[in-house]
């Protein structure tokens, strides 16, 4: 059983940090990294008890930002570039700099 900050989870994850790229490039969370990734079930009252969620938080706590999803999270991988929610049926592909959303890769698989 795996634990953070007093709740169960199922999946911890240190993200990686994104280089500094010039002008275009803003990184939304500099001052706030590293941030580390928890997958689990919501026990919140503002979510559905039981709904699978991501939250994005930097060490410090200072600052956290919670994903609600439709099935719990198989995998979160990160590079410099995105960060990766793996579930059975889509990966969601978020920008490592801001967390804004940028793919989504659904499969076509279907059960006979």
């Not at 500099?30 to 994005?56: M, N």
């Not at 999803?69 to 793996?86: C, E, K, T």
């Amino acid at each position: 059983l795996l634990s953070v900050r007093g709740k169960p989870a199922r999946l911890v994850k240190l993200l990686r940090t994104p280089p500094s790229m010039g002008q275009g490039a803003h990184d939304t969370h500099r001052h706030r990294r590293p941030l580390i990734a928890v997958s689990g079930e919501s026990r919140e009252g503002w979510v559905p008890a039981s709904s699978p969620i991501v939250s994005f938080s930097s060490l410090s706590e200072e600052w956290s930002m919670t994903v609600t999803l439709s099935q719990p999270v198989l995998d979160i991988q990160s590079n410099h570039r995105v960060v990766a929610l793996a579930t059975t049926q889509k990966v969601s592909l978020l920008d490592a700099r801001t967390l804004n959303g940028c793919a989504v890769l659904k499969t076509t698989f279907h059960q006979a």
